[in-house]
């Protein structure tokens, strides 16, 4: 089974003054290489979906790539909608998708997706659940849905909850909530402890 990874790295991180989030220090590394460090272990392949800097990203993978135009500056969905059309991805049997701004996550996360889908075989979306709230953008799909994020996208709605909606999508549930915390801010991080 071939497990892939799509690290989502194209926002415009306004809360971040604009920097490039993923390229933002953190004890020492950018988010995305905290990221990468945490989930590369578990799977077999990582592409990182950058709308800048993608020099810089493909020093971290030879798979960058940017928002297609029709969909630039309109969010995640925008990264999904072009993965639709990704020949290498569409390989995986599952795709990870995860933000670049979640430094801490879990080292078993593949393998609690991986058990969910076991126990649930028709199920092709699963999304993190902690005690305290729905993280989204941190999912397991398989590859061949996300052709339905294009017609979702140009209908006009832009979440990734309602996209997940529609996939019928089930939450997995994991424990510790500071696994997914994602920073958004200098402050964010000021505060966090590694």
Not at 55 to 71: G, I, K, L, N, T
């Amino acid at each position: 089974m071939s497990i892939y990874a799509l690290v989502l790295a194209g926002g415009q991180s306004k809360r971040m003054g604009g920097e490039d989030k993923g390229l933002v220090e953190w004890h020492g590394k950018a988010l995305v290489d905290h990221v990468i460090e945490r989930i590369r272990p578990q799977l077999d392949y990582i592409a990182i979906s950058a709308n800048r800097n993608l020099e810089r990203y493909s020093e971290r993978s030879p798979h960058v790539f940017s928002d297609a135009r029709q969909w630039q500056h309109l969010g995640p969905l925008a990264a999904l909608c072009t993965a639709a059309n990704d020949l290498q991805l569409a390989k995986a049997d599952w795709l990870l998708i995860v933000s670049c701004d979640i430094p801490k996550l879990p080292r078993n996360l593949v393998a609690c997706f991986l058990e969910a889908a076991r126990r649930s075989p028709l199920c092709n979306a699963f999304y993190v659940q902690t005690p305290e709230q729905q993280h989204y953008s941190v999912m397991f799909i398989r590859p061949q849905i996300l052709q339905s994020a294009v017609p979702y996208l140009y209908a006009g709605m832009r979440t990734i909850r309602g996209w997940l909606q529609q996939q019928r999508a089930r939450a997995v549930a994991f424990d510790a909530d500071a696994d997914f915390d994602n920073y958004n801010t200098p402050q964010d991080l000021e505060k966090a402890l590694p």
